[in-house]
């Protein structure tokens, strides 16, 4: 018998801010955290532009206690971390005597520490490189420090699969959880900006143009803005928050991946990824399209977004025309491995208000766009369960089922 | 009903030999992969000594991308890929690619890549660096290359838990077979050899000045090293079906975390014990079915010393009749695809009825009083074999493989 998965709590952190309904308003009033990028020198940017959490201070969540070691994508994630526990009264006190993991999404870990480390090495000599910055260039640093800071015992991962990483860690902690081999995981995604990964997006061809609103599924999709984040959800064996009594805010119902080997190269093989992806994540949720309420997707303006949306017009079929859309990268821009846990912590308050915020600029669809009902506004939900889904350029599908909890 | 889960086949890259054979026999004559480093001037280091993989070059891989337009480590794991399938007796192109997955680890992914992004950096040309951190570097490339090399569609992961994460990578692996998500896993582990690494390592005091020595009273620390080993995994009645040759069974894994500290292990080596007892569970073994234990092993004063007191911890009386040896005693520390490596030796020592020495072994430490199978391989039947890796952030993984048995 497979495990129930509980959803008992959240932590966010990105540019519209660090509560999730606080975001989730800003976001259906179609709000915008891309500005001009002020953490770090960005000479040599063409523009440098992004959804920089602004003024982000771990102090002011985690105390004086130092900081030092941790680098600021260990900041974002001890602090969601922080967010997540408390919001699920998993704190302090209520963990002792109990394992609590943590499956952390992440695409680069923090590049810029890595490549700092080695930039400090070279100028000054092997001697002088920083014993404390090398043992943050793994790239599960932050979720070592993170288990460090908050005493966290049990499993302790990280999944690195691209823009996808988020989800897949959510995927992938849903499972340890069904399977019994854990009953308390926080899972999500966390990505830091950086100068380093900005520019060799800008460098990749990745990045929207200097007058190009990046709009998700809009008509230019030349590229994004990068973003930065982080979102965790406390997940737990339901039969374990039911027995403490814990507020349960939603139930992941099914996961599914899958791998397009053509990398978005062949549209055939990328919608066949996502039909997969899909109809694994159903087939685990035990369900079919037609109790599918809204999406999530992972569109961010840029080219994948054509094969997203008709990966998911396939597997969805006729179900797609009466289901809203949403796309937060179209406010917090391209976060990388946050994405999936920005998504899934936004779905949360989605389906406690019963209705999902539109994608900002989206005022016009391209004719045989297969979502008629995406665009800017907010639409109330169908049924109480969301499908959120990543893809990124590596190839990588992911399709989580979350749905509002009915007690039983 | 859970599937059974059988190793059919091993491909590896390492510096003494990429072939099963040469390497098993290598490795059980006691050769050291270890030499004065070749990929960087070491003139500015206080130690100069790494077990690096000489001569290793991707001509003659089949492969559906073009291995020049990929990092060290993803050459190395598309290598060891394609050995892996070869050395099952599987044709890829004969598989349904949606049933086909990959799962790997690593400790930096392709560092040399940001290496070459440090060098363009301080040449003070910003317009010469490339997209390479986008479209090389982030170490979930590493598995999705595999994939495309090999067309492969099934779940595709990254697990990237520093030195450890060749177990993690393999415990995933299992899940999916497991669960019936796929009919077939590549899992291993890849890292390159870096100055990175080198350095971090280096100025930790960790890295020895001649040659590694674990166990051994007088050790003076680790070698850094490189490589790379995937594993075919199948589940028992596919493999069977197909006339396989079965290596051996994975039966159980169990991980657990510190939250001690990022680079030190805990002090009385509680994670690790808990990994060790947690993996026995999951088998359903006792400690006393255990009867070939292939060490982290690093040869620094405290791993192995606190290795030795967990292994005391979960084996009791038992501890002091069980081979124990480490391979990095010849291949160095080939970081995220040691234990990768080691579960190879495993299933080999399994199927062979052979234990490899650990060399260079010569004192006797009275904190270190366990058979550590000094200089010399040695006949021994192996029905249970345990495989430990313990990681920076506090990460631990022990794998257990057992001979197979049909039926049950």
């Not at chain 1, 520490?113 to 793994?138: C, K, M, Q, W």
Request: glycine share 12%; hydrophobic share 40%; net charge negative.
């Amino acid at each position: 018998m497979k495990g129930r998965v509980a959803v008992t709590g959240r932590g966010l952190l990105c540019a519209l801010g660090d509560d999730a309904a606080v975001v989730h308003q800003a976001l259906a009033e179609g709000k915008s955290g891309l500005r001009k990028v002020e953490l770090f020198e960005t000479v040599g940017l063409a523009r440098p532009v992004g959804g920089e959490i602004v003024g982000f201070d771990a102090k002011s969540y985690l105390g004086k206690k130092n900081m030092r070691p941790l680098d600021r994508t260990a900041r974002l994630v001890t602090t969601a971390a922080h967010l997540a526990l408390e919001d699920s009264g998993w704190n302090t006190e209520a963990r002792s005597g109990h394992e609590i993991g943590l499956v952390l999404g992440t695409m680069y870990g923090s590049v810029r520490t890595i490549a700092e480390f080695d930039r400090h090495a070279i100028v000054e000599g092997p001697s002088y490189a920083s014993p404390l910055d090398f043992a943050n260039t793994v790239i599960n640093a932050a979720a070592g420090q993170t288990a460090i800071w908050h005493g966290l015992r049990g499993i302790n991962s990280t999944i690195a699969t691209g823009q996808t990483s988020g989800l897949r860690a959510i995927a992938y902690a849903t499972g340890l959880i069904e399977s019994g081999r854990s009953d308390l995981l926080l899972s999500g995604g966390a990505e830091e900006l950086c100068f380093q990964s900005f520019i060799s997006l800008e460098r990749a061809g990745r990045l929207a143009g200097a007058d190009v609103e990046p709009v998700p599924f809009g008509m230019d999709r030349g590229g994004f803005l990068p973003g930065e984040g982080a979102g965790l959800l406390m997940l737990e064996n339901a039969e374990l928050a039911a027995r403490r009594g814990a507020r349960v805010l939603a139930e992941i119902l099914g996961c599914g991946v899958s791998f397009d080997p053509h990398r978005g190269q062949n549209e055939e093989q990328s919608v066949r990824a996502s039909v997969c992806a899909v109809r694994a994540a159903l087939s685990a949720a035990g369900i079919g399209p037609d109790a599918i309420g809204a999406i999530s997707t992972s569109a961010s303006g840029g080219p994948l977004d054509e094969l997203e949306a008709k990966g998911l017009a396939e597997a969805l079929g006729e179900r797609a025309r009466v289901l809203p859309v949403t796309a937060i990268k179209a406010s917090l821009g391209e976060t990388l491995g946050a994405d999936g846990g920005l998504q899934a912590v936004i779905a949360v308050e989605t389906l406690r208000k019963g209705e999902q915020p539109g994608i900002r600029g989206l005022h016009d669809l391209r004719s045989g766009f297969p979502f008629p009902l995406a665009g800017s506004k907010p639409r109330p939900l169908v049924s109480p369960n969301l499908l959120l889904y990543s893809m990124g350029w590596d190839g990588q599908h992911c399709a989580v089922v979350v749905s509002r909890t009915t007690e039983s | 009903m859970t599937r059974r889960v059988v190793v059919t086949g091993l491909g590896l890259v390492t510096s003494i030999g990429s072939d099963v054979a040469t390497f098993w026999e290598a490795l059980l004559a006691g050769r050291s992969g270890i030499r004065p480093v070749g990929s960087f001037d070491t003139k500015d280091y206080s130690v100069h000594i790494g077990g690096e993989v000489m001569d290793f070059t991707p001509d003659g891989v089949e492969s559906r991308i073009d291995l020049t337009r990929v990092g060290r480590a993803s050459q190395f794991a598309i290598a060891a890929a394609t050995h892996a399938l070869k050395d099952a007796g599987i044709d890829p192109e004969r598989l349904d690619p949606t049933r086909a997955g990959v799962s790997m680890g690593t400790t930096s992914g392709e560092p040399r890549e940001v290496e070459t992004y440090t060098d363009m950096l301080l040449k003070g040309d910003l317009s010469a660096i490339g997209p390479e951190l986008v479209t090389r570097y982030p170490c979930g490339s590493i598995p999705a290359s595999m994939a495309a090399a090999l067309g492969f569609a099934g779940p595709n992961t990254m697990i990237p838990t520093a030195c450890a994460a060749g177990n993690y990578a393999a415990a995933n692996a299992m899940e999916y077979l497991r669960s019936g998500a796929a009919d077939l896993m590549l899992a291993g582990g890849s890292d390159s050899f870096s100055r990175i690494t080198y350095t971090g390592f280096a100025r930790l005091g960790a890295i020895a000045p001649e040659r590694c020595q674990p166990f051994d009273l007088n050790r003076k620390g680790m070698v850094p090293g490189e490589g790379a080993a995937v594993l075919v995994l199948e589940p028992a009645d596919l493999a069977e079906r197909r006339g396989a040759r079965i290596y051996a069974e994975l039966v159980g894994y169990g991980l657990s975390c510190d939250a001690h500290h990022m680079t030190a292990s805990h002090p009385e080596g509680e994670g690790a014990a808990r990994a060790m007892l947690s993996a026995l569970k999951d088998a359903g073994l006792a400690p006393g079915e255990v009867d070939y234990i292939s060490a982290h092993g690093t040869g620094t004063p405290t791993n192995d010393r606190l290795e030795t007191l967990s292994i005391k911890r979960v084996f009791g009386e038992a501890a002091p009749k069980i081979p124990i040896s480490s391979a990095k005693s010849m291949l160095g520390h080939t970081m995220g695809a040691a234990s990768a490596i080691e579960t190879a030796i495993c299933a080999l020592a399994i199927e062979r009825g052979r234990v490899p020495p650990t060399i260079n072994y010569e004192t006797k430490d009275p904190d270190c009083d366990l058979d550590y199978v000094p200089n010399h391989a040695r006949d021994h039947r192996v029905n249970v074999a345990m495989n430990n890796a313990y990681a920076f952030g506090g990460n631990n993984a022990s794998l257990i493989l057992k001979r197979y048995e049909g039926g049950r």
